[in-house]
């Protein structure tokens, strides 16, 4: 779609009005007559088995309406669903093992659910919490993934006979080949840690069972309402009409708040129906940190076999994944990683094997980026050592080994997260990294300032990486956009919103195709009886496929206003152009309607539509994309390193990103500045940390470090636009990209200030501690 | 969690020992501790109440169990709190070497902490059991004092 007075400009957010004025409806913001509050007895103990739970004394307390445990669920106890099924691969193993609403028998991680109490507020339930007596026999716990893969592990599910989640092998080329024709094998171990999403908005859920309409009403914090809603009618032997599932306006998403179903999305629903009164949970903060899924920790194991010059021969990685006490969400995490670090990069030769472990700590999902920029960072790693081992500079190596612009479509031989084949549709990376090279002032910083700066004392350094992120994957989104008779425009999707801006880029498609002012597009996102259809928010894919949804619905209109204006005005449809809310003659300006008059005549009360026709100016329309598609770009990033206390100080930060063709320029930002702001986190302050027996250590912002607004730096941004091909739109996802490279370059660059101390930065996040510790242990060793 | 630590005491392995078995005495080694019975000759039971940094006034239901007694020289626990703030177990020894007209105490366990406390109380836990050690050990030294000064010489 080619840019015009709406798409491609930086319309202000259309949403934001109503949530800087406190007036946008929040699941927090819910409150129903006669609504009761929910609490969870949660386990303390990360692996135990379940001898007795005794409530009795709970049951009793005043102002408790119920409480229940998974003996009192009956039938209705049962494993979730397996999300996202292994894709198609040759000898892949995958050991199924859901969440449960309640444990029965055995705790697999601390923090797991073990008994729901309602009461008629927040506080008693939580009382009453402490009344419950719980008789748990500790186990060993599994939380190293080596060790748990050793004959006689502590077992997490008893069933599969050991921690082994999934064994997954893909290939391409002959590794052993390239490796023996290699000028030099680079191998070394690299560990990468995620942490939790921590979105400013916990989850929340209330539920309403409305006995006349029999009617089931579910306000949720969820990037899927039409999958819970299809998921919960079945669960509770409801028709999908009967249940209404309304994901509001949520606090941040950023990948956890897609998973289903959490045990409070089906335990509420139960219990409202079973009470008959609506029921209330929002989740605090500590529960985040072990009852909402997070990402965790990688091994790779991974070596690069180059030729004289620096060209990639060939990839070799190994890699252990953690994937919690369950494994619902399937192997999307491992499968980016392993997917995501050929990066930009022709590699003819690929082996990557992988072994997902169950851990006794939460459940690991994709949170923001899922697992790519653990394969980004293996790669741009690997190719940072290689460039230092044969005397070749850094941008120079990876200028060398890009996937050309004209190599599109770019085929990498292995299976994608979306079971379709890994192949790129389009971009240019060469070009994103010259402008990358040249906005950081790549050359004038190495040759002049970073050696003035040094003489000075100063530790800076630079570091600038390549990073490709798969978006834009199927099934399919739709969307239907109805022109009201007040003129104004209706547009429903199925796709929730988390703050990503769909209010107005969707709003800007629609405006666009049917000539009306933006601000005269009504949207409407995350309630399923608005759109019944649909998948959700998740995989940077909300503007490629539901925009492209909308884009379809719109053009399905303006056909509808074409064929009923040209008649009615007496005008051929090809003379006709919509424009300023109007349907006009392109040269007789006094032939003309306005669209909601128009809209008025499409619906009479007399006469007849003829057959064939619909009524309105209405349309629903679908799109699913062929395969996802490549978004890519090139971060770069100076930071300054005190080497005495290991602080570090990003003092520029460049982010040059292809999302191809842009439909607001202003989200795009804010979507990349966002997530480089995740990724700085990432890179130096978050870190879930787990001791040996499966008990988080720091379920607290107290000490779980976010960074803040005073350490993430604006971020210096340039656009390249190469369209995709796989949508009319042309456009690529963005919610991830700022946040998958960032450790790379991070480490690229506190490695680069540090030149000269020893220290080689193979794992992340780093920390001033950890950072500390490495320049100790390399001071040591050099002085051994 | 590992604590250990040696601590100079005054009078013999003997004298310090019959104190060590005495509910009464132990109950103000371990600071916090609200209630104290010998249920068994080789079992207490009570309970605990402490504040870790954000959590205040935790209680929990302590049962120490007593293995490898070795009067009057050394003895190991098994030591199971368990409360609404969470849990803590596991293992300590205690060994009483004489040395001059005293003793030293050489202390040490491996706790296991799990739930509120752990979660949010991680990074005090280690300066609150010093300390807890500490003020424990220091009650102990002036209930000896106490009695050897009371006691004929």
């Known amino acids: 779609m080619k840019p015009g007075r709406y798409f491609g400009e930086r319309v202000l957010r259309l949403e934001d009005a109503r949530l800087l004025t406190g007036r946008a409806l929040f699941v927090d913001d819910v409150q129903l007559p006669g609504m009761l509050h929910a609490a969870l007895l949660r386990s303390d103990e990360a692996h135990a088995r379940i001898r007795s739970i005794d409530a009795s004394a709970a049951r009793s307390r005043r102002g408790i309406v119920a409480v229940y445990t998974a003996a009192d669920l009956g039938a209705y106890w049962r494993p979730g669903p397996l999300l996202v099924p292994p894709p198609p691969i040759s000898g892949l193993v995958f050991n199924t093992a859901t969440q449960v609403p309640l444990a029965r028998d055995k705790v697999r991680h601390a923090g797991e659910p073990l008994a729901l109490v309602v009461a008629e507020s927040r506080y008693l339930a939580e009382d009453a919490l402490e009344d419950i007596v719980v008789d748990l026999e500790p186990l060993p716990a599994v939380t190293d993934l080596e060790a748990a893969l050793l004959e006689g592990a502590s077992l997490v599910h008893e069933q599969f006979g050991s921690n082994l989640a999934a064994h997954v092998h893909q290939h391409k080329g002959d590794y052993a080949v390239a490796r023996a024709a290699a000028h030099a094998v680079i191998a070394r171990r690299f560990h990468y840690d995620r942490g939790a999403a921590a979105a400013i908005e916990n989850r929340g859920v209330v539920a309403q069972w409305d006995a006349r309409a029999e009617e089931l009403t579910l306000w949720d914090t969820t990037q899927a309402p039409i999958p819970i809603r299809n998921g919960l009618a079945a669960l509770l032997g409801l028709r999908e009409s009967q249940v209404r599932v309304i994901a509001p306006f949520i606090g941040g998403g950023f990948g956890p708040k897609i998973m289903m179903y959490y045990p409070e999305e089906v335990l509420l629903p139960w219990a409202a129906m079973r009470l008959g009164r609506p029921v209330k949970w929002i989740e605090d903060r500590r529960e985040n940190f072990y009852a909402t899924t997070q990402e965790r920790g990688q091994v790779h194991d991974a070596e690069l076999a180059v030729s004289k010059d620096g060209k990639i021969l060939g990839v070799r990685d190994r890699f252990l994944h953690d994937t919690g006490a369950y494994d619902p969400y399937g192997l999307t995490v491992p499968i980016n990683s392993q997917c995501t670090l050929l990066g930009p990069y022709v590699v003819p030769n690929y082996d990557s094997e992988f072994t997902a472990v169950f851990t006794n700590k939460p459940i690991v999902t994709p949170v923001r980026g899922a697992g790519r920029q653990h394969g980004v960072f293996v790669m741009e790693r690997l190719l940072d050592f290689a460039a230092r081992e044969l005397g070749i500079d850094r941008v120079e190596i990876r200028r060398r080994n890009y996937i050309q612009p004209d190599a599109f479509p770019y085929d990498h031989e292995i299976l994608f997260q979306d079971f379709r084949p890994l192949v790129y549709d389009s971009g240019n990376y060469p070009a994103a990294l010259e402008q990358a090279v040249e906005l950081i002032g790549y050359d004038s910083f190495v040759r002049q300032e970073q050696p003035r700066l040094r003489r000075e004392g100063k530790h800076v350094g630079l570091g600038i990486v390549s990073y490709i992120e798969g978006t834009g994957i199927g099934p399919y989104e739709g969307a239907r956009v109805t022109i009201e008779p007040s003129g104004s425009v209706r547009l429903a999707t199925g796709v929730g919103t988390q703050g990503q801006g769909h209010f107005t880029t969707f709003a800007q498609i629609v405006a666009e195709v049917l000539g009306v002012e933006v601000d005269q597009v009504q949207v409407s996102t995350g309630d399923t009886r608005e759109f019944t259809w649909g998948t959700g928010t998740f995989a940077s894919r909300g503007a490629v496929v539901a925009g492209s949804a909308c884009h379809a619905a719109a053009l399905k209109v303006r056909e509808k206003v074409l064929a009923l204006a040209g008649p009615l005005l007496g005008v051929a449809a090809g003379e006709l152009v919509l424009h300023g809310g109007r349907v006009q003659s392109s040269n007789l300006p006094d032939k003309g309607i306005s669209l909601g008059e128009l809209a008025r005549k499409a619906n009479p009360l007399r006469g007849a539509v003829t057959p064939g026709t619909e009524p309105g100016l209405e349309a629903t329309a679908y799109f699913g994309p062929d395969r996802g598609n490549a978004a890519s770009g090139v971060h770069a990033m100076i930071v300054e390193v005190d080497a005495e206390t290991a602080a570090v100080t990003i003092k520029r930060y460049v982010v040059v990103h292809d999302c191809g063709t842009i439909i607001n320029p202003m989200v795009v930002e804010a979507q990349v500045q966002g997530g480089v702001a995740h990724g700085i986190g990432n890179a130096f302050f978050e870190q879930l940390s787990f001791d040996e027996n499966g008990q988080l250590r720091n379920a607290s912002f107290m000490d779980y470090l976010l960074p803040t607004a005073l350490d993430v730096p604006t971020v210096e941004m340039a656009h390249i636009e190469t369209p995709s091909p796989l949508n009319p739109l042309g456009t690529k996802g963005v919610g991830e990209a700022g946040a998958i490279p960032t450790g790379a370059a991070f480490a690229q660059a506190v490695e680069d200030a540090l030149a000269g101390s020893g220290v080689e930065l193979t794992e992340i996040p780093l920390s001033p501690n950890r950072l500390f510790e490495l320049l100790e242990a390399a001071k040591a060793r050099g002085a051994a | ?153």
């Open chain 2, 1 to 153: 969690m590992i604590v250990e630590g040696t601590y100079p005491l005054p009078g013999t392995p003997v004298v310090i020992w019959d104190l060590l078995m005495d509910p009464e005495v132990l109950a103000k080694a371990m600071p916090g501790t609200k209630l104290l019975v010998r249920a068994a000759a080789d079992r207490y039971e009570g309970v605990m109440r402490i504040g870790i940094g954000p959590i205040t006034a935790a209680e929990f239901e302590l049962v120490i169990a007593l293995t490898d007694v070795l009067p009057p020289y050394s003895y190991a626990m098994q030591i199971d709190g368990k409360g609404r703030a969470g849990f803590t177990r596991g293992t300590a020894k205690v060994e009483l070497v004489p040395e001059g007209a005293g003793s030293v105490m050489h202390y040490s366990a491996d706790l296991q902490v799990g739930g509120k406390i752990a979660a949010v109380g991680q990074r005090l836990l280690d300066s609150v059991s010093k300390l807890l050690t500490r003020q424990g050990l220091e009650a102990l030294n002036r209930e000896l004092n106490h009695r050897l000064g009371g006691a004929p010489a």
